[in-house]
């Protein structure tokens, strides 16, 4: 039987996760056992890759955003901001449009798992 716990080891070292080459994944299995938790594993295993971890000159820039007291824009603001920008190519826009929502799909279940690891605190 294959160890959910050493799929979570191998993508933490995936992600980089700081010495996640000491953990053992069957440290990890019991992680798993209840029903709501495993569903959220079994989706970060299967879909979080380096490409998702933001990296330390992206947390700097941030950080200097936030230093220069500019507005970040977030939640309903953001979203009225978006809806302002116009496509520059209105060919295939029903295609787009599709590809765009398929792609604001993925990221609304990123944040949702991103706000469900936030209270896991791992």
Do not use: R
């Not at 890759?49 to 230093?67: G, I």
Request: hydrophobic share 35%.
């Amino acid at each position: 039987m294959m160890s959910c716990g050493n799929d979570f080891v191998e993508t933490l070292k995936k992600i980089g996760y700081p010495k996640a080459d000491e953990l053992n994944g069957e440290d990890f299995d019991w992680l798993f056992e209840l029903s709501e938790d495993k569903s959220f594993l079994e989706w970060f295993c299967g879909n979080v890759n380096a490409q998702h971890v933001v990296s330390q000159k992206e947390l700097q820039d941030f950080d200097s955003l936030l230093e220069s007291g500019k507005p970040i824009l977030e939640g309903n603001a953001l979203d009225e901001a978006l809806k302002t920008l116009k496509p520059v190519n209105s060919k295939n826009s029903s295609q787009e449009e599709e590809e765009e929502e398929e792609e604001l799909k993925k990221l609304e279940d990123e944040l949702q798992t991103l706000q469900k690891l936030k209270k896991l605190q791992i």
